[in-house]
């Protein structure tokens, strides 16, 4: 049997960037490999210039630039609108604000019901949940602006899109809210774990002492330091974190535009000898990282979902988040982590409430566990997009 042909849009190369869009375009083409020729077309940053290939799928450098988002994001459109007749496929995917340009041609020529816009965490939503934050750096009131301008574009991809795709029931009221789009359009598909790569495993003891952690209470945060994240709330929660528990030491997995200034800030107010950045820690090493972790945190101010809780708990960790966005669908309350208002000061105790009881950390650990492990997985996922692409051919 032929085939089917799928063109993915994404301006981040998903080989080379580990993103929880990235995880799910890479997993899902995995999934589908002896079923669907998935070809993903991703700007040329971090030096991709060569066409790679990825678990049985092919990625094609676009050119753009590698510089901050917005621009790679309008110079890899750019390109991509100029791509029709190259890219050879039946159905095409982009994900977030990585397609327009493809889409905008498709249009044109009468094919826009073959595009299947996928929408993880919705924008619109995102620019308002950032104005809760009162004491925003000049840095992140230009984040807001970008933010509010890439939602339109979003509004708009959403609206000529043939299908949409998001993550959770929470992102699916967003885009009917902000972006008026029928509900009879809209399907969801939530992202998966790797039970079997994301579990836990002896000897997080001497990873430990590789990244400077040996003997602390480890609270580790995963994700693009970028302003929904809520890092600016951690470190408010350490400040208090620290008066209680000397030995807590906070472990910060990934990268992003606000990295520079999280890292002065806390030299500013003494903290810096409790945080340890890592930076992007590559896909075979992040297990072990989760498995350092006594309490994993998400202070995230807004989720269309979340792959760091579900790899979290899948690696038996006991989670603490802002109860915002899909998180709730994510986790369960009290049972596998602690959901609490999105201030610093709940975000302390439900922290310190953990890292000083260890049988309830090992409980929800547990709990966690089976709690993804049942519910969420990447075949799971992938199974459902095929029938959406399939779907999107009628």
């Known amino acids: 049997m032929k085939k089917l042909r799928v063109a993915v849009f994404n301006t981040q190369p998903p080989h080379l960037y580990f993103g929880g869009v990235e995880r799910r375009v890479i997993e899902v083409a995995k999934d589908l490999t002896t079923r669907v020729k998935t070809t993903v077309y991703s700007g040329t940053k971090k030096g991709f210039s060569e ?4 678990n049985g799928t092919t990625l094609v450098p676009c050119s753009s630039t590698d510089m901050f988002f917005p621009l790679d994001n309008w110079s890899f459109n750019r390109t991509i609108s100029k791509m029709l007749d190259t890219v050879k496929a039946d159905v095409y995917e982009g994900h977030a604000v990585s397609g327009y340009g493809f889409l905008n041609v498709l249009v044109k020529h009468n094919l826009s019901s073959h595009f299947i816009q996928t929408i993880h965490g ?89 990244i400077g952690t040996a003997g602390k209470k480890c609270i580790l945060f995963v994700g693009r330091l970028i302003p929904r994240k809520g890092l600016p709330f951690l470190i408010q929660a350490a400040e208090q974190i620290v008066k209680e528990r000397k ?24 903290l810096s000898d409790y945080f340890v950045f890592l930076g992007d ?40 988040a802002f ?62 997009m095929l029938k959406v692409y399939h779907e999107a051919l009628l």
């Not at 896909?283 to 101010?301: G, M, R």
Request: with cysteine; charged share 25%.
């Open 51 to 54: 066409i790679a290939s990825c």
């Open 122 to 210: 919705v924008l619109a939503d995102e620019y308002v949940r950032s104005h809760m934050d009162t004491s925003q750096t000049l840095r992140t009131r230009i984040s807001n602006v970008i933010m509010w301008r890439l939602s339109k574009i979003e509004h708009e991809l959403a609206t000529k899109a043939g299908l949409v795709v998001t993550v959770s029931q929470y992102s699916l009221r967003q885009i009917v809210q902000y972006y008026g789009v029928d509900p009879a359009k809209i399907r969801i598909v939530p992202n998966g774990v790797d039970c079997l790569k994301f579990r836990p495993i002896d000897g997080s003891e001497k990873t430990k002492q590789k």
């Open 247 to 270: 030995d807590a030491a906070f472990v910060i997995v990934g990268d992003g535009p606000l990295r520079s200034h999280l890292v002065e800030y806390l030299k500013k107010i003494g």
């Open 281 to 320: 820690v590559s896909d075979t090493a992040l297990p072990e990282i989760y498995n350092c972790a006594d309490v994993f945190a998400l202070p995230s101010i807004q989720e269309g979902q979340g792959i760091a809780l579900l790899e979290a708990q899948a690696t038996g960790k006991p989670v603490v």
């Open 323 to 384: 109860d915002v966005g899909a998180v709730g669908e994510a986790l369960a309350d009290k049972e596998t982590g602690l959901l609490v208002k999105p201030e610093s000061d709940a975000l302390a105790k439900a922290v310190l409430d953990l890292i000083s009881n260890e049988t309830l950390r090992e409980r929800m650990g547990t709990k966690g566990r089976e709690f993804v492990c049942a519910n969420f997985s990447w075949s799971n996922c992938a199974e459902k």
